[in-house]
């Protein structure tokens, strides 16, 4: 399970009734206030993948408050009930209870891969807090590439990530590189109510404030 110094995979931490109940707050999450959108880069490029913001909105590369890319409108609030599942994930990932408990995450980027959406290799930095990362995955099976803190390039490596899959990224880890090259289409289980694709939940502490 610990990938790399930090980095903990925990397959089928959700159960079917967890990822039902994500599943249908992605539907509601993805219609608004902000809507689901391809960010875009400021190479003038969009992403294959689609986001979803929640507490704070994530334009390349900052967080903001209101979505000043897609409609201006302010995030939803990031929920209790998403504190305390990251709390719990935190929990099942490491030994130190005193610092799960102590978690707060306060952004959450919900991605959405279609078949052919990917991701390239990037770091996460645009947080101002070295806690940790927790991702949750449901639906299609991603390959998920991890790498190293210098560049995108070897050495990674690279794991399967299966629809109630958790993956914590701490200490070490945080700063690391890392990408989604490809989605297995038609992978996932209908029984989850997502018809197809991918939903990826990264849940964060910014750092900021206000
Ligand atoms: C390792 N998402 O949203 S989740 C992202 O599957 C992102 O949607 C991918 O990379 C996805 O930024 C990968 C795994 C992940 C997320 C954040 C990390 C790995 C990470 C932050 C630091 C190190
Ligand atoms: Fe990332």
Known sequence: REVAPGAVHVPGWLDLHEQK???AQFMCWARGPVPIRAARLPGGHDMSVRTVCLGWHWQPYRYT??????????VLDFPDWLVTLG??????????????????PDAALVNYYGDTAKMGMHQDKDEKSDAPVVSLSIG???????????DRGQPYTDLDLVSGDLFVFGGPSRFAFHGVPKIYPGTGSRATGLASGRINITMRVTGLSE
Not at 65 to 74: F, I, K, M, Q, S
């Open 21 to 23: 109940d994500i599943v």
């Open 65 to 74: 408050r209101e979505a000043g890319d897609v409609n201006g409108v302010r």
């Open 87 to 104: 709390q719990r994930a935190v929990a099942a990932a490491f030994d130190d209870q005193t610092s799960a408990a102590a978690y707060r």
């Open 140 to 150: 299609d099976t991603a390959k998920f590439r991890f790498g190293n803190t210098a």
